[in-house]
């Protein structure tokens, strides 16, 4: 089983930038879709934005041209850029990771956007 481990999150106020990471334990990243999903208390969890093996990208219509995702085969990490941040940003990001038709996900980071 993969070991996802994030780290990045925190408090910002509106308009500002974090940046999320996330990496991957064992040497079978390169061949790993992933994916960053939130959830709000209260709320289903939301996929946020995925990248494939060959690097596709797609974006919720709600972040697209504010967060960027990328990843960094060679340091088995995988980055949400989160710029012009609002405050319905606010919530618990995870990062999912998938291979060999197995799930793995990361415990999850608070990121709260908050004048």
């Known amino acids: 089983q993969v070991q996802l481990v994030e780290s990045g999150g925190g408090s910002v106020q509106p308009g500002g930038s974090l940046r999320l990471s996330c990496v991957a334990s064992?040497?079978?990243?390169?061949?790993?879709?992933m994916a960053w999903h939130r959830q709000d208390p209260g709320k289903q969890r939301e996929l946020v934005a995925s990248?494939?093996?060959?690097?596709?990208?797609t974006y919720v219509g709600s972040v697209k041209g504010r967060f960027s995702i990328s990843r960094d085969n060679a340091k088995s990490t995988v980055y949400l850029q989160m710029n012009s941040l609002k405050p319905e940003d606010t919530a618990v990001y995870y990062c999912?990771?998938?291979?060999?038709?197995?799930?793995?996900w990361g415990q999850g980071a608070q990121v709260t956007v908050s004048s």
């Open positions: 999912y990771g998938r291979v060999n038709n197995r799930d793995s």
């Open positions: 064992g040497n079978q990243f390169r061949h790993m879709f």
């Open positions: 990248i494939t093996t060959r690097g596709t990208t």
